[in-house]
């Protein structure tokens, strides 16, 4: 069973005051699990949760002519979610799945939405957990522009070196905007 310790020093990495505020985010924490290849958000469904990731990785993808194309992973440690879906209550036009057997928690829209209504220090935490999910997506839509695809995947490798292993070779290279192939002469050139 994961921590909600992990939980709670995650809020503080967004929030400092987020440990006063503790007991109103504790209770709605759901512990969840997800096997291998289970999709934690479908494309095409409302996005109804925020997943703290304890253990494990996610990929977020989308379709795109006749493939998938990796948008962004999430490690143990980081949130995830269909923002887009999760904030508008729309349809997501993107899928969230476990590549690897996941651990976490679960903060509900329903629930979050009712906390935000009754504590304005909650619904601060909410907004710099958005503001955490938009300088993800920034920093790496701007990998894009000024980094070529070998530094994009030597910062991957730095950031997460233990678990990027664990991500079959078509995701990574999706991810980085490659063919499978190209990342095994990256690869090779980096040994």
């Known amino acids: 069973m994961p921590d909600t310790l992990q939980v709670r020093q995650a809020l503080l990495q967004l929030d400092k005051n987020a440990g006063e505020n503790w007991h109103l985010f504790e209770p709605l924490l759901q512990p969840v699990s997800f096997s291998n290849g289970s999709f934690l958000t479908h494309a095409g469904r409302v996005s109804s949760a925020i997943y703290f990731i304890s253990s494990g990785i996610v990929r977020v993808f989308t379709p795109h002519q006749d493939k998938e194309v990796c948008l962004d992973f999430a490690f143990p440690g980081q949130f995830s979610t269909a923002y887009a879906s999760f904030i508008t209550q729309l349809p997501s036009t993107v899928s969230l799945q476990a590549i690897t057997p996941v651990m976490g928690f679960a903060f509900y829209y329903k629930d979050l939405q009712e906390l935000y209504n009754v504590s304005h220090a909650a619904e601060r935490t909410g907004r710099l957990l958005a503001e955490y999910q938009y300088l993800r997506k920034y920093?790496?839509?701007?990998?894009?522009?000024?980094?070529?695809?070998?530094?994009?995947?030597?910062?991957?490798?730095?950031?997460?070196?233990?678990?990027?292993?664990?991500?079959?070779?078509?995701?990574?290279?999706?991810?980085?905007?490659?063919?499978?192939?190209?990342?095994?002469?990256?690869?090779?050139?980096?040994?």
Do not use: C, N, W
Not at 140 to 167: G, N
């Open 139 to 191: 920093r790496r839509e701007l990998a894009f522009l000024q980094y070529t695809a070998k530094e994009r995947y030597q910062q991957l490798m730095d950031e997460h070196p233990h678990v990027i292993q664990q991500i079959p070779v078509k995701y990574i290279a999706s991810y980085l905007g490659i063919e499978p192939e190209s990342l095994s002469r990256i690869r090779k050139g980096l040994t």
